[in-house]
C-alpha cells in the first residue's frame, strides 16, 4: 500500500495478441499510449475524451476507463468516490485489433488503484483485466509490457514476459466494423489433434524468434491453424493485402488479435513504412480505406506517471 491520491496520470499501451499461433496466450506491447488523467473531484463520473472515439465513446460512468477505475473500488470494498473526473487521450485506434479496450481497462484499474493507495497488485489486476476483457493476451501484455505470455491455471493467470530486443512492425487498419466478440463467435469450438499441435510447436519458435531476432524463422514459424483462416474471410481485402506486405518484404504477417488490422514484422525500420504503405494500399485497391502505421514494440507496460 501507499498514500491514497487525489489525482494521477497513467498511460497504458496498444497490443497486438496471438502473433499468429499463440491465440489467447501471446501478446506483445506496442509503442502507441493511451493516456487517462485521474482526479478525485465535483459529483458523479465525468470522462472526457480527444483523440480516437472524440465524441462517439462515452462520457458517464459507462466508459471503459471509468468501469474499471470503479472495479477496482469494488474489488476492495470501497464505495465509490463521490466525483471522479478522467480526461482521456487517446490514440489507439478503436475496435482494430490493437487492444484499444484493453488500453483503456488496464489504464482505469491502474488509474482506480493509484487514487486508492495501491492496495491491489498487479497479478489481481491482471485478473480484473481479464474479467473485463474477456480474453487475457492483450490485457497482459499492455500491463506488464514486452512479449508477454499468459495462461490460465485453476482461477489465477500466470505471465512470464520476455524482452525482445528492437521490434518494427508495419500494420494496415483498415475502416471496417468489427467486433472482437463476432470474430471469436465464429471459431470453432473443437479442433483436430493435427491443428493443435501444428500451433503448439511453433508458439515457442515464434518466442524465440522474437526473443533472439531472428526474422528468418519468425518468417517460418508465424503461422496458424486455429483462428486466421476463419477470421480472414471476415476481412474484405485482407488476403490481397497479406500477400501484399509478403512481396513488400515483410518476414512474417498475422492478423493482429481478432482482426481487422495486419501487422507485418519487418527487420529495418525503415522497412516498417514501405510495407504498411503496400498493406493499406492492397486495402484501398479492394475498396477498403485503411491506415499505414509503423510501430515498434515496447518494452514497458502500462505505468503511472510520476
Ligand atoms: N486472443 C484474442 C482473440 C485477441 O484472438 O480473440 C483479441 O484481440
Known amino acids: 500500500m501507499s498514500e491514497p491520491r487525489?489525482?494521477?496520470?497513467?498511460?497504458?499501451?496498444?497490443t497486438t495478441a496471438n502473433l499468429g499461433p499463440g491465440f489467447d496466450c501471446l501478446g506483445l506491447a506496442l509503442d502507441l499510449w493511451n493516456e487517462a488523467r485521474f482526479a478525485l473531484e465535483g459529483e458523479g463520473v465525468a470522462v472526457a475524451v480527444t483523440g480516437e472515439g472524440?465524441?462517439?465513446?462515452?462520457?458517464?460512468?459507462?466508459?471503459?476507463?471509468a468501469r474499471a477505475a470503479l472495479r477496482v473500488y469494488a474489488e476492495v470494498g470501497e464505495a465509490p468516490p463521490t466525483g471522479l473526473r478522467i480526461e482521456c487521450t487517446v490514440r489507439v485506434p478503436l475496435s482494430s485489433g490493437l487492444g484499444s479496450s484493453s488500453s483503456a481497462i488496464v489504464a482505469g484499474l491502474l488509474g482506480g488503484n493509484e487514487l486508492l493507495g495501491r492496495p491491489l497488485g498487479r497479478d489481481r489486476l491482471l485478473e480484473l483485466a481479464a474479467?473485463?476483457?474477456?480474453?487475457?493476451?492483450?490485457?497482459a501484455a499492455a500491463l506488464f509490457g514486452g512479449l508477454t505470455i499468459v495462461v490460465q491455471k485453476s482461477e489465477r493467470l500466470l505471465t512470464k514476459t520476455i524482452l525482445v530486443p528492437e521490434v518494427y512492425l508495419a500494420l494496415a487498419v483498415p475502416e471496417l466494423p468489427f467486433s472482437t466478440d463476432a470474430a471469436r463467435a465464429g471459431l470453432p469450438t473443437e479442433v483436430t489433434m493435427r491443428d493443435a499441435v501444428f500451433n503448439m510447436g511453433r508458439?515457442?519458435?515464434?518466442?524465440e524468434a522474437l526473443r533472439t531476432g531472428d526474422f528468418e524463422l519468425l518468417g517460418?514459424?508465424?503461422?496458424?491453424?486455429?483462428?486466421?483462416?476463419?477470421?480472414?474471410?471476415l476481412i474484405p481485402g485482407g488476403r490481397t493485402a497479406w500477400e501484399a506486405a509478403q512481396r513488400s518484404g515483410a518476414a512474417a504477417v498475422a492478423i493482429s488479435g481478432s482482426g481487422p488490422s495486419l501487422i507485418a514484422f519487418v527487420s529495418l525500420a525503415a522497412e516498417a513504412g514501405v510495407v504498411a504503405r503496400a498493406m493499406a494500399e492492397a486495402f484501398a485497391a479492394e475498396g477498403v480505406p485503411a491506415r499505414p502505421l509503423g510501430l515498434s514494440a515496447s518494452s514497458a507496460g502500462a505505468t503511472v506517471l510520476p
Request: glycine share 6%.
Open 203 to 207: 508458439i515457442p519458435l515464434v518466442v
Open 131 to 139: 474479467g473485463l476483457e474477456g480474453h487475457p493476451d492483450n490485457v
Open 54 to 65: 472524440a465524441g462517439y465513446l462515452p462520457a458517464d460512468e459507462s466508459n471503459l476507463v
Open 220 to 233: 517460418q514459424v508465424m503461422d496458424d491453424r486455429l483462428h486466421q483462416a476463419n477470421r480472414l474471410r
Open 6 to 14: 487525489q489525482r494521477c496520470v497513467v498511460r497504458a499501451p496498444a
